[in-house]
């Protein structure tokens, strides 16, 4: 007889589902990895910067993935002047000294690391954006897209780049609601793809507009803002409306196999370096970052302040990921869901965080830009981990490491010792 299929159950939550942690996987993959490098290190005799050197990928390499390295890699040019910045070799020698007759114990750690910019593999592709703008009959000029402002200055960056592109002054254009109605679908706000992907696509059609109205409109080479209101007057008359669009196109030699898995998984990478000074109180057995440096190459920085507050943001979120951010879940449920049990950094709890920059244009991002909302955040609690390494002989594999993880792991591994004496 022919089974019978069960129905479906079908159940009603009001737990909010899971999504990505500032980095989709990046900060977990990379935090075993550069444990990893540190504990290598340490068993083979080797300095971690030295084995970080002989690692590192380079003009041409070839990735995991089969993926020629053809943008500029420049780890090695970020490694040095990340070391010069945070002087990481003299206060690691000074701090080794007095570790030895002090209850606070210092060290310094470091994260080396990329991320993709943009939908991994062929998303982009399957994506397959639409942006643009167009001038209202009052005199507008609007950015049309559906990437969401949340903060993160999208709505700054995007009209920056269509001010640039048309030769307007930025207070002359504006964001468009993200009505759907109103713009076009141009993907999701993730993935770093903002800046790049559609500011580029802005970019392109922004140029486009301008040279449509020098086409059909009589705008000269060089124009006032008058004149280009007035052209795209004379533009409306005769075509209806003063738009621009322009979809997504994959550069040329970009191409992921989704039935291999082989190829380009992005079209760009971002690449860091970051250092960590921290100090670990052996009587109470709590840990604190005292100071941070971050050196990225991000490609062309758009907003110089908005690209420093990214960094500083995903940093004090890597700090809480590394110390404090502990989710207990209990009968599947998660136990310590408010503010009062679930524990955050705070502005006390960040330290000074030195940020600097390195720019290699990508020329197929918005004016140059790459992807940097992630990347500030998958290196942190690598770099502040192997700081306590350093601090304290001893390598942790678990974060957040709360004092009580510190005092168990470090109680235990002490014993240990104590009894290999024996």
Not at 13 to 38: K, S
Not at 58 to 84: C, F, N, S, Y
Request: proline residues 5%.
């Amino acid at each position: 007889m022919p089974q019978r299929t069960r129905p479906v159950a079908q159940l009603a939550t009001n737990n909010v589902p899971y999504g990505a942690f500032r980095g989709f996987g990046a900060p977990q993959a990379i935090f075993a990895i550069e444990r990893h490098m540190d504990e290598i290190a340490a068993s083979i005799g080797l300095d971690p910067i030295e084995l970080r050197r002989r690692n590192f990928l380079h003009d041409g390499d070839r990735t995991a993935t089969e993926q020629v390295m053809r943008e500029p890699v420049i780890l090695d040019k970020l490694l040095d002047r990340a070391l010069k910045e945070s002087e990481y070799y003299a206060r690691r020698a000074r701090y080794t000294q007095e570790n030895k007759s002090s209850a606070i114990k210092r060290g310094m750690g470091i994260a080396a690391f990329y991320h993709g910019s943009g939908f991994t593999g062929s998303g982009e592709r399957y994506q397959n954006s639409l942006a643009g703008i167009d001038v209202t009959p009052d005199g507008v000029v609007r950015v049309l897209v559906s990437s969401t402002e949340f903060g993160q200055g999208t709505n700054t960056m995007l009209t920056q780049i269509a001010a640039e592109a048309i030769g307007l002054d930025y207070s002359d254009i504006v964001m468009a609601p993200p009505h759907t109605g109103i713009v076009p679908k141009s993907g999701p706000t993730v993935a770093s793809l903002t800046a790049m992907i559609i500011g580029r696509l802005i970019e392109r059609a922004g140029l486009q507009l301008v040279a449509t109205l020098q086409e059909q409109a009589g705008l000269g080479t060089a124009f006032t803002r008058e004149e280009f209101f007035a052209a795209c007057e004379l533009h409306r008359a005769t075509h209806g409306e003063v738009v621009s669009f322009r979809r997504y196109e994959a550069p040329t030699g970009i191409f992921w196999d989704d039935q291999k898995y082989r190829g380009e998984a992005y079209p760009a990478f971002a690449w860091s370096i970051q250092v960590a000074q921290v100090s670990v109180d052996t009587v109470t057995y709590s840990a604190e970052v005292e100071e941070f440096w971050s050196l990225q190459e991000v490609g062309h920085i758009i907003n110089p302040v908005l690209a420093g507050g990214q960094i500083e943001g995903g940093i004090a979120q890597g700090i809480g990921y590394a110390l404090y951010e502990k989710v207990v879940m209990q009968n599947c449920h998660m136990a310590n869901n408010q503010k009062t049990n679930y524990i955050m950094p705070t502005a006390e709890d960040v330290p000074p965080i030195h940020v600097f920059f390195e720019e290699i244009p990508f020329q197929h991002g918005g004016y140059g830009a790459k992807g940097i909302g992630e990347l500030p955040h998958d290196g942190p609690a690598t770099a502040i981990l192997n700081a306590i390494r350093d601090a304290t002989g001893f390598g942790f594999h678990t974060n957040p490491l709360l004092p009580e993880d510190l005092l168990a792991q470090l109680v235990a591994r002490e014993a240990i010792v104590e009894t290999a004496a024996l």
